[in-house]
């Protein structure tokens, strides 16, 4: 058995070196807004990146179409868009209205290479209807997903991990 790590992690037909580090675009705790850091990762080059989702979809249209534009071009220099969910802001801002429908919009309509797929923090108490309910939603988060590759998370009570 081969117990060798593996060093990069392809992406869209994207190499990134491991150990790598994707700094986060979030309007949770932040200085400047999700547009603004946006334009400022791009402007540095930053090769990957995760977005939240809730973001683009709370933004207001003119917003919507300038993150539409720069996660187009951020794909067109291959950089490596990831997709958050948005639940951490759905928690933070404690938002009931952010939905797997508002996340599948997001899915539909904008560019990236890789998703987080839309995770319910109070998971169900067994294995096996965890293992139900998170290949769900990844298999309807693929659906919307444009070819990108969704990437469960997976929330479970302490006694199952």
Not at 36 to 42: D, I
Not at 79 to 86: A, E, I, R, W
Not at 89 to 97: F, G, H, L, N, Q
Not at 140 to 154: E, F, L, N, Y
Request: one cysteine or more; charged letters at 20%.
């Amino acid at each position: 058995m081969d117990t060798s790590r593996a060093i990069n992690l392809f992406i869209g037909g994207i190499s990134i070196p491991l150990p790598c580090f994707f700094p986060s675009i979030s309007s949770v705790k932040t200085n400047l807004s999700p547009l603004e850091y946006l334009r400022l990762l791009l402007a540095l080059k930053q090769p990957h990146f995760l977005i939240s989702a809730y973001d683009i979809y709370k933004s207001d249209i003119n917003s919507q179409k300038k993150f539409s534009a720069l996660l187009k071009k951020a794909s067109s220099v291959n950089t490596v868009v990831l997709l958050d969910s948005g639940n951490y802001e759905k928690y933070w801002k404690a938002d009931p209205s952010w939905t797997p429908n508002h996340f599948a919009s997001v899915l539909k309509s904008h560019t990236f290479q890789l998703a987080f797929s839309f995770d319910e923090k109070d998971s169900p108490s067994s294995k096996s209807r965890i293992i139900s309910s998170v290949e769900a939603g990844v298999l309807r988060d693929q659906h919307w997903s444009k070819g990108a590759t969704i990437a469960p998370i997976v929330h479970a009570p302490a006694p199952l991990l």
